[in-house]
Nanobody, 127 residues
Framework: QVQLVESGGGSVQAGGSLRLSCAAS????????MGWFRQAPGKEREGVAA????????YYADSVKGRFTISKDNAKNTLYLQMNSLAPEDTAMYYC????????????????????WGQGTQVTVSS
C-alpha cells in the first residue's frame, strides 16, 4: 500500500506561482511512475505531468508545458509540481498519483494507469 498526501495549494493572482508537494509513504519501493492530475468542476480529470522512477523522464500536457515543472526527491519520497505563470484556467483540485508501472508518453495521462491517489489540494487563480 502507498499513501499520498498533497500540500501547497492556495489562492494566487494570475501570473503568480505555487509549488505543490506530495509526500509518499508505505511501499514506496513499488512506485515506478508518479503524476499530477487536476480536475475543475464539471470537467474530467486531466493529466498534467508525470515523472519516472529515477526522475530522468518526464512528460507534460501541452496546456502546462513551459510553465509547470515536475520533480521528485527520492530521499524524501516527495513529488513536486512547480507552477509558474498561473492563469485562471489552471484553477482546479490537484491530485498526485502513483503507478506501479513505468511512465509512458502514450498513457501517462490516463487515470487508469495509477493505483494510488492523494486526497487533492485546491489551486485557485484569480484574474
Amino acid at each position: 500500500q502507498v499513501q499520498l498526501v498533497e500540500s501547497g495549494g492556495g489562492s494566487v493572482q494570475a501570473g503568480g506561482s505555487l509549488r505543490l508537494s506530495c509526500a509518499a509513504s508505505g511501499d514506496t519501493y513499488s512506485i515506478y511512475c508518479m503524476g499530477w492530475f487536476r480536475q475543475a468542476p464539471g470537467k474530467e480529470r486531466e493529466g498534467v505531468a508525470a515523472i519516472g522512477r529515477l526522475g530522468i523522464t518526464s512528460y507534460y500536457a501541452d496546456s502546462v508545458k513551459g510553465r509547470f515543472t515536475i520533480s521528485k526527491d527520492n530521499a524524501k519520497n516527495t513529488l513536486y509540481l512547480q507552477m509558474n505563470s498561473l492563469a485562471p484556467e489552471d484553477t482546479a483540485m490537484y491530485y498526485c498519483a502513483a503507478s506501479l508501472g513505468g511512465c509512458y508518453y502514450s498513457d501517462y495521462t490516463s487515470p487508469l494507469r495509477y493505483a494510488y491517489w492523494g486526497q487533492g489540494t485546491q489551486v485557485t487563480v484569480s484574474s
